[in-house]
């Protein structure tokens, strides 16, 4: 098992900062949330009390809402920018961690977490979701996987040695710490999402603004001239159509608490 992907006050610092332009690149993100969804309403289970853990700006309790209307909602965050974009009335804000959960055990019906997961252990997440789940009661979460951000990981081993991107776990190895921590798997998908830019500036721009850039303790030095130039036309290898691409290796998990 790898520690998580980057120190935990430099991703809270990074979605800080990002909460106000969120939405206006969160394409992919609202795709994995809006086909989350989808598989949550295939499940028969009619929650009483909703976690959204790791809710960001709260595109996903519209939806959770309109599928639950009689549901309580908890929008679960340790952005507290993040927490402050939410219209009001529409859930209960909680600024805390994944994992270590200011809820009691077995008081949660079903916890809802779509790309946060990433940010944590899973070996200690999991258990913590887990444990706040009543027996029964399920964990919905889309989550990104090692193929992620691959162009840019691609392009990068051109120009130099260091890591770029962030190493995130395999779906195995999230299923793995579920099962071990008391969930059976109802359902699992995969699948790759995509986002667009007209150049890799712009393309940058967006990844840093969605929280998926490298945001550990180590600091870069700039690109120089040669080495951006270099680096382009690496990305530019990839350009389709639509623009350059970055891919979200996506991985969708139902499970329930035994």
């Known amino acids: 098992m790898t520690d998580a992907p980057a120190p935990k006050r430099a991703v809270r610092k990074a979605f800080d900062r990002a909460a106000d332009a969120y939405d206006a690149v969160a394409t992919v993100q609202r795709s994995a949330s809006d086909h989350l969804l989808a598989m949550v309403a295939a499940q028969t289970l009619q929650p009483r009390r909703i976690v959204d853990a790791g809710c960001g700006t709260g595109y996903a309790l519209t939806g959770l809402q309109q599928r639950f209307p ?21 859930a209960w804000p909680l600024c805390a961690d994944l994992e270590r959960l200011p809820l009691a055990d077995a008081s949660i019906d079903a916890i809802w977490s779509s790309y946060a997961l990433q940010w944590c252990h899973p070996r200690k997440a999991l258990p913590e979701l887990a444990r706040s789940l009543r027996p029964g009661g399920q964990l919905w979460i889309a989550t990104l996987g090692p193929g992620t951000l691959h162009e840019l990981r691609d392009a990068f081993r051109l120009v130099d040695s260091h890591e770029h991107v962030l190493p995130f776990q395999p779906p195995e190895v999230v299923e793995d710490a579920a099962e071990d921590a008391g969930l059976r798997i109802l359902a699992s998908e995969r699948d790759t999402l995509q986002a667009w830019a007209p150049d890799l500036r712009g393309l940058l721009s967006d990844i840093k603004t969605l929280g998926a850039h490298h945001t550990g303790a180590t600091r870069r030095t700039p690109l120089g001239k040669t080495a951006w130039n270099k680096l382009v036309k690496a990305y530019e290898m990839h350009r389709t159509p639509a623009g350059l691409p970055a891919s979200y290796d996506t991985f969708w998990l139902l499970a329930e608490k035994t």
Do not use: K, S
């Open 70 to 90: 009689d549901a309580d909602l908890i929008a679960l965050d340790f952005a507290p920018a993040m927490l402050r974009r939410h219209p009001p009335g529409l």
